[in-house]
């Protein structure tokens, strides 16, 4: 299996909706990202997990709650969103030093979000 | 933090020309440089990729050029197809267990016929 996964696709909530994104991995990458892409922009990183401890937080509000329950999944989980939170969240994943190739980065499809 | 430039934000060709983006980075510490190609509502796509330990790499139609000392990189494909059109964007990762990138504002390229 070489690809990463996403679900849901698609994505409307309220601004007092709780709802998760979910990714998942087989590839056996032990880092594990998200990034969030607004239209005609290029996808901003949003959190870094590291053999499941969270690396790097970008400064990114408590209202995105990441979760990383085992080496091949991610959660994104969203409450409070605010109208301006919609974009497509894309979830991505490589290898970890010293592996080889390990800064390669692949991308799952995204879930396009709305929130109303 | 590293911030990446890209240029030029559109660009036009005609088929069976060659396309060249151009994108600078401002942290020195970086060494990993790789090229997305994402399609209309699809995910970026690794492309090809270039370490700072090289300064050239090419996968047919495709290669990239790194210059550590101008901190620039760029993206070179020849024999342009309509299927080139999409939005390329450039990155750069500093190291670390895991790769942190930053992105460059990307390139629309528009192959005609």
């Known amino acids: 299996d070489t690809e990463v996964t996403q679900t849901p696709k698609h994505l409307v909530m309220g601004m007092t909706n709780k709802k998760s994104l979910k990714c998942e991995q087989h590839?056996?990458?032990?880092?594990m990202y998200w990034y969030k892409q607004k239209a005609k922009k290029p996808p901003e990183l949003m959190f870094v997990y590291s053999y499941e401890k969270l690396s790097i937080n970008e400064s990114v509000p408590s209202r995105f709650s990441p979760e990383c329950p085992n080496s091949s999944l991610l959660n994104l989980h969203l409450h409070a969103l605010q109208p301006e939170d919609s974009a497509l969240y894309l979830c991505?994943?490589?290898?970890?030093?010293?592996?080889?190739?390990?800064?390669?980065?692949?991308f799952g499809p995204g879930t396009r979000l709305t929130v109303t | 933090g590293e911030n990446v430039e890209q240029h030029p934000s559109t660009l036009s060709v005609q088929e069976g020309d060659s396309a060249v983006i151009k994108c600078t980075y401002s942290?020195?510490?970086?060494?990993?440089f790789p090229w997305y190609k994402q399609e209309l509502g699809k995910r970026p796509q690794l492309i090809i990729d270039?370490?700072?330990?090289?300064g050239e790499k090419k996968d047919q139609r495709i290669a990239v050029t790194l210059n550590k000392t101008a901190k620039h990189f760029s993206l070179h494909i020849t024999e342009t197809q309509p299927e080139d059109s999409a939005v390329y964007f450039c990155a750069a990762s500093t190291t670390g267990t895991a790769s942190k990138l930053t992105f460059g504002t990307g390139t629309r390229l528009q192959v005609t016929l």
């Open positions: 991505a994943s490589s290898r970890t030093r010293p592996t080889g190739s390990w800064a390669e980065q692949y």
């Open positions: 942290d020195s510490a970086s060494n990993y």
């Open positions: 590839m056996g990458h032990r880092a």
């Open positions: 270039i370490r700072s330990n090289v």
